[in-house]
């Protein structure tokens, strides 16, 4: 096997066989981990943004206000349950927000919601893995100071891990969640039992003194809102993902929609249980958070200095939670890291059924849509970890700074599916007559008519507070993604209407075949060519040779002739040795001698099993047939002869969809 | 036209038209100018390397010896000359060095040469840029500082240049070479008057005190004869481009030998004159030249400093000669800076010449001997640009240093050129009969018998003295240009036995054909491929297209009914949207069925204008080709169907030799 094939192997793993063809669909218990893990490994940096936006203000409004902001956080959270809990049941075919936009408000809608989700994917990405990796920093120091160059190399590594067709299958990413729900809420269990008896000790950060930042001081009023309403949008960082499950119905047992929407119901108040838990031991612990902490922290009068390496907030709790007990600390770090990374991980695989749906519309390449296409996902999922990669590069891995342009798509998407959802309702409800069922549907509308206000009001909070810290870069991008998708499915519908059956002209058959066959030298292939060319009875047939070099031309003639072979051979003459050239002009004055007259050109190819090689042959055939393909009536019939190095090559090329990224939570 | 095209006018140039086929052949005085400015532009540097080298034994060796090291030149270049006189006698194909010594001493020793020309011809690029760039700094002081930004900015105007196939068209190249000559010539003539006659000033230099560099103070003995060796190595410089005429003769007018032979002598006799005029005006005007001249040079006692820019010496000759006449020494800088770059622009005309000669003998792909093939010179061009660049950038654009390296390979294909010249003499002696005849050639056999020890012990003067100057890195590019060639051909030579006609096997027809339409939508492209297979007449038709969708596949049999059309549509399912492996498993298994049967393919194609509407089509028809290709047996045949966008685009694919780079010295 050839170095480069192994190398491929030992990359992109080997070649997947396709006997399990029939996925089995996903029982509650697997669901739960595969779609929570982006929702609930936002409890690992919602509560720090929280502490650290209102640690502006310095260390005691975090104490006092952090629970405000929780509060609001979970209100949120519910009636966003609460809402995709109908679109779970209105919309089970798992098109998710996009759907129910287009559906509903029409396609400028879904397209907005798509491009929104696109870049949230990226920021799913790059987010989770910068948290995952400050997370590990607690137990493992040494990453310090490097974050990003390690942020990096796990996106690599994820990449990598998605293109060799690694499934989400269900165990492998049950058991780390649910040691991730049992880590966070045990650690919630003994910290308050601690906190109940008195015996929680403070955080490691509790002894500093947190000065505001300029500005900031003697903050009230208006400015102090402001600051408080800037918090609260951090938190609703604690909402991305939820919308997840509303894209994977599909993948549930029957009843799915049932199924799925106590699944999404489980998620939300676990969800919340874990971060109001973690709010409440912050502020227990009196943990002190600060954006600029070699600064701000002041340890008995003097400012800590850069050499302080801030905690992650659950870092300090379970350090303070565990105090006497290491390995508790260990293991939320760990656990921690890793929830992180399956988030991350559902950006790959919600990313490219996203990007497939998006190609049946017509708003991407079509070849994204065939699921089983490996080179197509390989494409997404490579742009995909390429821009989260340059993110995380730009922003030096820093979660604070990633989370302002993040919210943003969330929240978009979130309103316009709600408001979809209100119209939806109404329009059921001008035809259905039965009056239980008009009931729940109006009981439906109102709790979608909340959801969109809620979401829609936390969108404007976000743009108000967080538009010039980032949220901008977020719009941005929507807006080209939007436009660039626009364009595509523009040319397509144009194509599409070029090529529209008109008349019967299409369909009309030529009068006669004229076939060619292109002769370089007399060898295997040729012969094949002209066997093959032969084989379809043409009613005339010339094999052709351009003569670049007398010589060369001059013995090909002489060994035709010797050979006998049954086909007149013509050299078309070329002063400077151009293959391609004469070729064509000679193409092209049969077409205007007989232009009903079919022009079937036969080329010899040869196929090879390295690019390398690739190199060496097939240069003057792949131009001559871009080139033919200009002239109408002419037809380029390739005739492959397979060379010893291409043995066993054809296998590296198949592929079924069967691994493709995303096809568990599509349900297949 | 589209922007795009606008802009490729804009860099490259519109289209050739290809109405001047039929290229006048060269008169002497032309062709004198467009193969002797390599040769005549390395009096711009030889001189300076010679003084620069001696310099480093302290200023007096550089006025007592550098006569001695130009008279060794000078025997050089006039065994040389003598001995290439005979080359273009003997091989008047312009096969040049890289012929002879095939035909005489094997593919290898032919091999060999050229590998040394191609980086050869790399380094003439780099150092006439960089010398050319020095000089010009002479007139144009605010290049100072800059020379390597500016000679790769010169680099890329020169590629852009031949891209657009600019040709060395005589008279625009005659006229600065003779300007050059004129020039430098005058100047010398002007320099020994003022001589004679007492008046002549010395050079702003020569006030200076140059102070030997450690280790060379009080040099003598062995070690004298070293550096002075050194410096006859460095003056050798002076003898590349030499050989620029035996690769031309077929452009020179009839009798081509002979007057290839004047030219060349004609060209020595200049190139002779020159450099003796400009090594004694240097030593008259005193110039102390150093390799680091800050150092070096003492301005009574105190070095002078990095402030101090030290001019070429032609730069400080001609502010001498013309001390009151300050144009002449403009015109003189000028004219300096454009012979070099000429001297540039022949590497640019060789090395794809030498490239499809190689290519001819299947030491490189193929592609590149089709002369006309635009695409496949440019290829070449931007190969020999970017490397030279990269030289440029990576040695700051310094000639000495640079030097180092270039005159290897000049003097490699002398040696082995001139022991192929004494083999052939010996070959033809054998045969020849005629004493007249036989006299001649027994002289022109002393002639290249002599020319080959001359430059053979030259090239182990280079070697001994420069190795680890530079020298070694050029012996390793030719060691692995070497190898790479070896490796194609020997590529080559495997698939051509491959290939061999042993059997009648390749000729046996196909008992029948088995004809597919790939079908995804009803719309004229599958209605035109449908018509032409049915023009075929094959024995087997089928429509088939991949059920990735099921209401699509109902619509579109639906449709098909509906239409009426007279082939079966088949509908091959695929469970995971994909469509190449089920199309291979149908066609394998027909294959299977009935092995003689031929079956082939038809693909519809979308012909589009712009590269990035070809991402949006034909993704599925390029991956299906590929793959069908590996299964014996199946030919593909591609339907086009030009969409409006692709008008008038063929065009901008055509392209005829004529303005091919290197087409004049080939004498098309």
Not at 2 to 26: F, M, N, P, W, Y
Not at 625 to 650: C, D, I, K, N, Y
Request: proline content about 4%.
């Amino acid at each position: 096997m050839a170095t480069g094939r192994v190398l491929k192997r030992i990359i992109l793993g080997r070649a997947i066989s396709s006997d399990k063809l029939h996925e089995t669909l996903l029982p509650k218990r697997i669901a739960l981990p595969i779609f929570a893990s982006d929702a609930l490994s936002s409890v690992a940096y919602a509560p720090d943004e929280i502490f650290l936006t209102l640690g502006l203000a310095g260390g005691s409004l975090a104490l006092t206000h952090s629970w405000m902001i929780a509060l609001g956080v979970v209100a949120v959270m519910l009636v966003v349950v609460a809402s995709y809990r109908q679109n779970v049941h209105a919309y089970p075919s798992g098109g998710g927000d996009y759907e129910v936009a287009t559906t509903n408000l029409g396609p400028r809608a879904g397209l907005m919601v798509a491009s929104a989700l696109l870049v949230d994917y990226v920021l799913t990405v790059a987010v989770s893995i910068s948290s995952g990796i400050q997370n590990a920093a607690t137990a493992m120091p040494f990453i310090r100071g490097h974050e990003a160059t390690y942020a990096v190399i796990l996106v690599a590594l994820l990449t990598a891990m998605n293109l060799r067709g690694v499934r989400e299958s269900g165990n492998a990413f049950a058991l780390p969640t649910y040691a991730f729900m049992v880590g966070v809420l045990g650690m919630g269990v003994v910290g308050i039992i601690r906190h109940l008896t008195g015996t929680l000790p403070m955080a490691p950060s509790a002894s500093f003194e947190l000065v505001p930042e300029e500005g900031y001081e003697a903050i009230g009023g208006l400015a102090l809102a402001f600051l408080l309403l800037r918090a609260f949008s951090s938190g609703c960082a604690a909402l991305t993902g939820v919308e997840a499950i509303s894209n994977g119905v599909p993948a549930f047992r029957k009843p799915k929609s049932r199924n799925a929407a106590t699944t999404l119901l489980m998620m939300g108040l676990v969800a919340i249980t874990m971060l109001m838990s973690m709010i409440m031991l912050a502020r227990w612990t009196g943990v002190k958070y600060a954006d600029r902490p070699g600064e701000q922290l002041l340890a008995n009068g003097q400012p800590v200095g850069d050499s302080y390496a801030q905690d992650p907030i659950m870092g300090q709790v379970s350090k303070a939670v565990f105090s006497e007990f290491h390995p508790g600390v260990v293991f939320i770090s760990i656990v921690t890291g890793i929830i992180l990374i399956l988030a991350a991980n559902t950006a790959f695989n919600g990313f490219p059924v996203l990007g497939s749906i998006l190609a049946r519309d017509g708003y991407l390449p079509r070849q994204l849509h065939a699921r089983g296409d490996r080179l197509a996902f390989s494409n997404g999922i490579i742009i995909l970890a390429a821009v989260a990669a340059i993110l995380i590069a730009a922003f030096n891995a820093d979660v604070t700074r990633l989370i302002q342009l993040y919210i943003v798509g969330v929240f978009v998407s979130f309103t316009v599916s709600q408001i979809g959802m209100v119209r939806h309702w109404n329009r059921h409800l001008l035809r259905e007559r039965d009056a239980a069922a008009r009931s729940t549907m109006r009981r439906s509308r109102i709790i979608n008519a909340i959801g969109a206000a809620m979401s829609g009001t936390v969108l404007i909070v976000v743009l108000a507070t967080k538009f010039i810290h980032g949220a901008g870069y977020a719009i941005a991008a929507m807006a080209v993604l939007f436009a660039i998708m626009t364009a595509i499915h523009k040319h397509y519908t144009m194509v599409a209407r070029e090529l529209e059956v008109t008349d019967a002209a299409a369909q009309m058959l030529p009068a006669r075949v004229h076939a060619l066959v292109l002769v370089s030298k007399l060898h295997k292939p040729t012969l094949r060519a002209l066997a093959y060319a032969r084989a379809t009875r043409p009613n005339t047939l010339e094999a052709i040779t351009v003569d670049a070099d007398p010589e060369a031309t001059h013995a090909l003639q002489e060994e035709w002739e010797r050979r006998g072979i049954p086909v007149t051979l013509k050299a078309l003459e070329s002063p400077y040795r151009e293959v391609t050239s004469p070729i064509v002009k000679y193409v092209k004055s049969i077409r205007r001698a007989s232009p009903r007259e079919l022009v079937v050109v036969y080329v010899p190819e040869y196929v090879v099993g390295h690019w390398y090689e690739q190199i060496l042959h097939n240069q003057t055939a792949l131009r001559l047939r871009t080139r033919l393909h200009f002239t109408p009536g002419v037809m380029v019939a390739s005739v492959p002869w397979q060379l010893r190095s291409s043995e066993g090559q054809e296998e590296r090329l198949a592929s079924d969809g069967s691994s493709a990224p995303g096809s568990v939570r599509m349900g297949r």
